[in-house]
């Protein structure tokens, strides 16, 4: 079965930053080259897009919001996927969402509805 678990959620202020971790079990990082991503959902707000490796690091996407703040990153190693949260702001306070698809195109790479698979989310924090 494939599961998505998530960690390194937390509490932060300006300025900070946060790395958050997915562990993907029932996906081979290496054979299936899954497309990894990170959505996030603020109270009150629709989920929305932050960041794709896709296929396995052929590319990598970022939401217009986060670009040069944001990294994601991967080890295949590991079946890890992460995401580097840098210069945290109070807009980025929402529980981030691993994502994963072993099909999706790059075309659809932004939209939630692609993926198959999702993690039980995280919550970030950033207060001022």
């Known amino acids: 079965q494939v599961q998505l678990l998530e960690s390194g959620g937390g509490s932060v202020h300006v300025g900070g930053s946060l790395r958050l971790s997915c562990v993907a079990s029932?996906?081979?990082?290496?054979?299936?080259?899954?497309?990894m991503s990170w959505f996030r959902q603020a109270p009150g707000k629709e989920r929305e897009f932050v960041a794709a490796?896709?296929?396995?690091?052929?590319?990598?996407h970022y939401a217009e919001s986060v670009k040069g703040r944001f990294t994601i990153s991967r080890d295949k190693s590991k079946n890890t996927v992460y995401l580097q949260m840098n210069s945290l702001t109070p807009e980025d306070t929402a529980v981030y969402y691993c994502a994963a698809d072993r099909t999706l195109i790059l075309s659809s790479l932004r939209n939630s509805r692609s993926y198959d698979y999702w993690g039980q989310g995280t919550q970030v924090t950033v207060s001022s």
């Open positions: 490796d896709f296929r396995s690091g052929s590319s990598t």
């Open positions: 029932g996906l081979a990082f290496n054979s299936n080259r899954p497309t």
